[in-house]
């Protein structure tokens, strides 16, 4: 059975919406790539390979009497639906009609209550359990993975999608944690308020799958990581259920908040989150700058920081992106060509490009602009007023369509994400870039790699990777993991975090220990063994597989 | 053996300043409260009961091995100094000679190593670690309590008091934790940085007391709790050590920082931390305003806050708090006369205090001034220029001395803070202090109870009360006790957290449950059974007795 809004099976977004790629760029991509003309559809829905459910009949009794019978769902869609997120592995997987691994069914609870008896039933019966939300991950945080358990089940929470609690004077809401995007913004907007999280996969994406992994959204230089934003939490574990409650600060001993955020499904199901709001801004303005070298542009928004003055929105391209994006872009091209000619004059071509983006009142926007631009402008900067500016808000949330259309023409494209402070920042760049560079051209498939700066803090800034390859034909998943490793592997040997807002899934638990060393990881198995005492909740995930490093 | 730098063993600070309480303040506040003349020096040093330390030799030997023999000390004055905090109950039992509870000795590593040498000492001779700082818990965190242990060293930080490293370009500095405020504030200086962390224990308080206990400074609406400023974190156990890297975000799973600030020595020892600093202000302007009522300058401050608008220092007194501040303040009569003329004429007379203090350059300061002026006075506030805002600079760290005064006189005088949202502040702070007055008045010692607002948030506010009444002569520790729980119950039965900065040590341990749940609870204990299975960490604090809460 198909949901409304659900995504395509096998890729991102709306199955009737058909993402445009120009013949051009893509031709100029395959020559750069020297990729082959080649082309794979995703199989017809027909043949995706998908075993008969593994649920006993008393489990699924159970699970019925916990949710009703009408919100146990364990038709060929459904199962199809939820199994897999929207990484790259997911893709190539489901695009090849790989889906032995969909869940023996997909629950629809409607309450915490319902919740709690689904993990009772669970825990009883010894099913696994997978939370779902938008099931946007890319880091294979949805995968179904049984790890010994005969049976697993997915947990949609997209019937808890209620906004329970405005609180104006204070700045809160209660969220449900099936919300989408869209609804979130839609429910506090009548209040006059926005949450002001826009992460790409907005429109799909989730509360409880936010606050599960850590997410930043596009604007979260100026309203925080999704971490920054939880005042309230609720969750529950087949140990029971911890509330947390929406106090601005505390010094009662540690932050339980924090073990729960971020904990993917492993320590419990997040039934409610009490997050910061923000009253609708009356404006926005999104503005174009253009630096001569990345390290130039870098330092400019590092000052831009640690002078209070960055603006809602700070995103700088390296000099790859910024010629990819003026290739890609679409839009008026006789303007477009104008803004070259006028980048060219003033000696700034082969340049990196900034998006600023202010919120706000037009008063408080005027005076923020000008601090702005005084920084911007001594750091090296040029100003290229807001047509750049509004060609990104409008293809904001594209990057996942477009991918699908690369996929239909076997090119590899991946992202990952980094961050680490202002000191380490270029290094860590230099490092990725290379690895992944070096990584690709190893396997005969030289890389296209291109990044920008985003989410700045006074301490450093987030570096967000794109990269792009011919695919190999029947090897495509080896020639991913080689490059991911490769970029993970430098990305801990230069300092960096191995996630900035991906979180860490499936795709990233091997380098945990290199995180949080091992009495770290050691620890939240232990939290986990206290509170999901026989380990039904999302197994596989964020933890290392134990005996070795993944 | 006294240290360098060692308080008072029986009060605060240096042992060589005399606490000045005017003659007539203390009559005009014996007269309110119905105090009887009454004074009691504590017991000469000489009479103070402990009994012989119950080290065993071979763990005595082994310690000195750890550290060096010259670093153990087990002297009476070392055992005495490290007898308690400087909570109320401490000072009680302090000044009547009990140390009985002394720990057996006292050793002071040197290094990371030397701690991690101390704990195997220790795990394998089962002798309990109450780590140390600055000894300036007031909530009985560093109460030496052996629970079942035969013996007990108190872990002495002092010597871990260097500054390690600055990155001047991510604004990040790594930090002893045995570094007290002033030793942080110089070493930080001759980098022109400055962490900005100045609670009213600064003189004393160390690092690691600050990161273990969630510390909030008198800044901290501008600089952030201390929380907000962790960026790594190096912590080791009986398991071994926690080394969280600096990196400004990242969605590696829950986040372990937030499980090691705020332990309380319960899951480990500090040995580092990477704390974000600033640099030192040009210039630091505190002013006064003056409200009629408490609840509308707590609505001027959520505006303030809410509006971006908010200085570094923002304290809002209640009108008995202003009231005794005029009373107690030093400095000019004259002007202090001519300023009440003024109140009075406006009609501000028996109005609530409120101290805005802005930190940075001038023009800066000049910019942020005018718009939180205009926000002020819109809200009703009167400004009174920059005498009261340095009358309180000057005695910002005063108020314990004052409390040894007052306690030579048999009043008692103590002081709670929590945080509760702007929706349900004015609540809170009714509700509280309600409690404390009933609870003293059933006892026939009427209570004073004076507020104040500071550590502003988007979604609310901490609410830091003190309180004053005739001492009990022979039931103090009840009479306290009973006025404490009054209180906290109070606390929580109107939504706030049960401490904003104090941490929960011995004293809020019982109401733990209440804040984070049984779930919760357990859920620190399983953390603290994986990090340290022997129990030696800091015992009796932060956790509730186990069987029943607390």
New interface residues.
């Given amino acids: 059975m198909s949901e409304p809004g659900a995504m395509k099976w096998w890729g991102w977004g709306d199955p009737a919406r058909t993402p445009h790629l120009a013949p051009r760029a893509l031709s100029s991509l395959r020559q750069l790539l020297g990729a082959p003309e080649r082309r794979a559809e995703p199989v017809p829905l027909g043949e995706v390979r998908i075993g008969e459910s593994r649920l006993s009949k008393r489990a699924r009794a159970s699970l019925e009497g916990a949710v009703g019978s009408q919100h146990l769902h364990d038709d060929r869609e459904s199962r199809i639906l939820h199994a897999a997120g929207k990484g790259y592995p997911d893709l190539i997987r489901m695009r090849s009609g790989a889906a032995e691994n969909a869940p023996d069914a997909v629950v629809y609870p409607a309450s915490e209550e319902e919740v709690v008896s689904v993990l009772g039933v669970c825990a009883a019966e010894g099913v696994a359990v997978v939370p779902f939300g938008g099931g946007t991950s890319v880091v294979g945080g949805v995968e179904p993975i049984r790890d010994g358990f005969e049976a697993l089940v997915s947990l949609d929470l997209g019937r808890m999608a209620q906004l329970s609690r405005v609180?104006?004077?204070?700045?809160?809401a209660e969220l449900g944690p099936g919300l989408r995007g869209p609804q979130v913004e839609e429910a506090l907007g009548r209040s006059g308020l926005t949450l002001g999280h826009f992460p790409q996969s907005f429109e799909y994406a989730t509360v409880g799958g936010w606050v599960a992994?850590?997410?930043?959204g596009q604007a979260s230089t100026g309203y925080g990581?999704i971490?920054e934003m939880v005042?309230g939490l609720r969750s529950v574990?087949p140990?029971?259920?911890?509330?947390?409650?929406?106090?601005?600060?505390?010094?009662?001993?540690?932050?339980?908040?924090?073990?729960?955020?971020?904990?993917?499904g492993v320590?419990g199901v997040i039934t409610s989150a009490t997050l910061?709001v923000r009253p609708v801004p009356d404006q926005r303005r999104y503005e174009g700058w253009i630096f001569k070298s990345f390290p130039e542009g870098a330092e400019a928004f590092?000052q831009l920081e640690?002078e209070g003055a960055a603006p809602e929105v700070a995103r700088l391209s390296d000099e790859v992106e910024t010629l990819v994006a003026l290739q890609l872009a679409a839009g008026n091209s006789v303007g477009r060509r104008a803004g070259r000619a006028y980048v060219k004059a003033r000696g700034y071509e082969g340049g990196c490009l900034a998006i600023l983006g202010f919120e706000g009142d037009a008063s408080g926007i005027a005076r923020r602009r000008a601090h702005a631009a005084r920084i911007m402008r001594s750091a090296g900067g040029l100003g290229l007023g807001t047509r750049p500016g509004r060609a990104w808000e409008r293809g904001r949330f594209d990057a996942p369509y477009l991918r699908d259309a690369l996929l239909d023409n076997c090119i590899m494209v991946e992202t990952l994400e980094t961050?680490?402070?202002?000191?380490?920042l270029m290094d860590l760049y230099a490092a990725v870039g290379q690895a992944i560079r070096k990584a690709l051209e190893e396997r005969g498939t030289p890389a296209l790699v291109m990044c920008h700066v985003s989410?700045l803090?006074?301490?450093?800034?987030?570096l967000y990777f794109s990269f792009f390859a011919a695919q190999e034909q029947d090897t495509a998943l080896e020639q991913w993991r080689a490059a991911k490793s490769a970029a993970t592997d430098a990305i801990v040997a230069a300092?960096?975090?191995?996630?900035?807002?991906?979180?860490?899934g499936r795709d990233?638990a091997a380098w945990?220990p290199r995180?949080?060393?091992?009495?770290?990881v050691?620890?939240?198995r232990?939290?986990k063994?206290?509170?999901d005492p026989t380990g039904i909740l999302n197994p596989g995930k964020?933890l290392p597989d134990e005996g070795g490093e993944g």
Same sequence: chains 1, 2.
């Fill in positions: 609180d104006r004077r204070s700045l809160l992994t850590r997410s930043a990581k971490e005042v574990s140990a029971g259920p911890v509330e947390l409650k929406a106090v601005p600060a505390s010094a009662a001993g540690p932050d339980l908040r924090e073990l729960l955020v971020g904990s993917e320590l910061r590092r640690q961050a680490g402070t202002w000191s380490g989410h803090y006074r301490s450093g800034a987030s300092g960096g975090t191995i996630t900035h807002h991906h979180a860490v990233h945990l995180e949080i060393g091992t009495v770290g050691d620890l939240i232990a939290a063994q206290h509170l964020l």
